[in-house]
C-alpha cells in the first residue's frame, strides 16, 4: 500500500506538467514552425492523422530564419533581458535589506511586516500600475510634489526608467519573501562565533551571513528575472512605443499582425534563453550547502 502511495505520488506531478507545461509547449513549438497562411486559423500546415507524412514535410525553421535577419527582434531580445536584469538587481538592492531587517525583528513585528510585504497582492496588479500613471505623468502626483519643493519636472512617463520602476515595485515581494524565509532561519550562533574570534560585523555579514543566504537570493532572483523577461502589461502601459520587450512583441505578432508562427518562434526563442539561468541558479543550493 505504501509503495502504490509513493508511485501515486511521483505519478500525479509528472502528470500534471505533461498536461499543463509539456503539451502546451509542443504546441507553440509546432506552431513556430509552421507558416503564416491566410486562413483560420493563420498558419499551415495543420495536423491530421490521414496526412501525417505532409504535416511533418511542412514543417520548417523558416520563422526562426526570418527573426534572425530581423533586427527588430534582435533589439527587443536583447532589451528584454537587459531590462530585466536591471530590475532583478535593483530588486536585491532593495529587497535584502528589507528582508534582512524583518528577519532580525521579534516574532510579532515579523508577522506585520510581512503581512505588509504581501499586502499589495489584495489589489488588482492592473489597477497598481494603472496608479503609476497617475504619478509618473507629467501632470502627476510626483511633478506636483517637485513643484512644490521648488524642483524641476521630471519626465519619466513612457521611458524605459519608468519600466524598471514598475518592474521594482511589482515584483518586490518575489524578492523579499524568499530572502525572508532563508534569513529567518539562519543559525545566528555562526555570526557570533565569527565575532568572538575579531571579525567585525560588516565582516561577518559578508562571510557567514550572505553566502547562507545565496539559496535565497537565487530564489528570488529567478521569481523575479523569468516573469520580468516576457512582461507585457508593465512596458505597454508604463514604457511607450519605444520600449521593447518580448512581451509586447508576442502580443503584436498575435493579435496585431496574426502571425502566430512568428509570436510562438518569440516564445519559444525566449523559453530557451531562460533555461540557461534555471539550470545554472539550480545547482547554487547544493554548492552553499557542502
Given at each position: 500500500m505504501r509503495r502504490d502511495r509513493s508511485r501515486l505520488a511521483a505519478i500525479l506531478p509528472a502528470v500534471w506538467l505533461a498536461a499543463f507545461f509539456a503539451f502546451p509547449f509542443l504546441l507553440v513549438l509546432k506552431l513556430s514552425l509552421s507558416d503564416t497562411a491566410l486562413a483560420i486559423p493563420p498558419y499551415a500546415p495543420r495536423f491530421a492523422w490521414d496526412r501525417l507524412d505532409a504535416f511533418v514535410a511542412g514543417l520548417d525553421f523558416e520563422t526562426y530564419a526570418r527573426l534572425a535577419a530581423d533586427r527588430l527582434y534582435l533589439d527587443a531580445y536583447v532589451s528584454s533581458l537587459r531590462i530585466a536584469g536591471t530590475a532583478?538587481?535593483?530588486?536585491?538592492?532593495?529587497?535584502?535589506?528589507?528582508?534582512?531587517?524583518?528577519?532580525?525583528?521579534?516574532?510579532?513585528?515579523?508577522?506585520?511586516?510581512?503581512?505588509?510585504?504581501?499586502?499589495?497582492?489584495?489589489t488588482s496588479f492592473l489597477i497598481r500600475i494603472y496608479a503609476w500613471i497617475a504619478i509618473l505623468k507629467p501632470?502627476?502626483?510626483?511633478?506636483?510634489?517637485?513643484g512644490a519643493l521648488g524642483l524641476p519636472a521630471v519626465n519619466l512617463l513612457n521611458t524605459e526608467a519608468a519600466v524598471i520602476l514598475g518592474l521594482v515595485y511589482a515584483?518586490?515581494?518575489?524578492m523579499v519573501l524568499p530572502l525572508y524565509a532563508v534569513l529567518e532561519r539562519r543559525d545566528t550562533r555562526l555570526?557570533?562565533?565569527a565575532r568572538d574570534l575579531g571579525a567585525s560585523p560588516v565582516r561577518a555579514f559578508w562571510s557567514v551571513t550572505f553566502p547562507?543566504?545565496?539559496?535565497?537570493?537565487?530564489?528570488?532572483?529567478?521569481?523575479?528575472?523569468i516573469p520580468m523577461a516576457g512582461e507585457f502589461v508593465v512596458p505597454d502601459l508604463l514604457g511607450g512605443s519605444e520600449t521593447l520587450m518580448?512581451?509586447?512583441?508576442?502580443?503584436?505578432?498575435?493579435?496585431?499582425?496574426?502571425?502566430?508562427?512568428?509570436?510562438?518562434?518569440?516564445?519559444?526563442?525566449?523559453?530557451?534563453?531562460?533555461?540557461?539561468?534555471?539550470?545554472?541558479?539550480?545547482?547554487?543550493?547544493?554548492?552553499?550547502?557542502?
Open positions: 532583478t538587481l535593483l530588486l536585491l538592492l532593495v529587497g535584502y535589506p528589507m528582508a534582512y531587517g524583518i528577519a532580525r525583528c521579534p516574532p510579532r513585528a515579523r508577522q506585520a511586516l510581512v503581512m505588509a510585504v504581501i499586502l499589495p497582492f489584495w501632470a502627476g502626483l510626483l511633478n506636483a510634489g517637485l515584483y518586490l515581494p518575489f555570526v557570533e562565533a547562507l543566504s545565496l539559496p535565497g537570493v537565487a530564489a528570488g532572483a529567478l521569481l523575479c528575472f518580448l512581451g509586447r512583441v508576442i502580443w503584436t505578432e498575435f493579435f496585431a499582425n496574426r502571425d502566430w508562427p512568428a509570436a510562438s518562434a518569440v516564445a519559444v526563442a525566449l523559453l530557451a534563453t531562460l533555461l540557461v539561468p534555471i539550470l545554472l541558479f539550480e545547482r547554487q543550493p547544493a554548492k552553499v550547502l557542502r
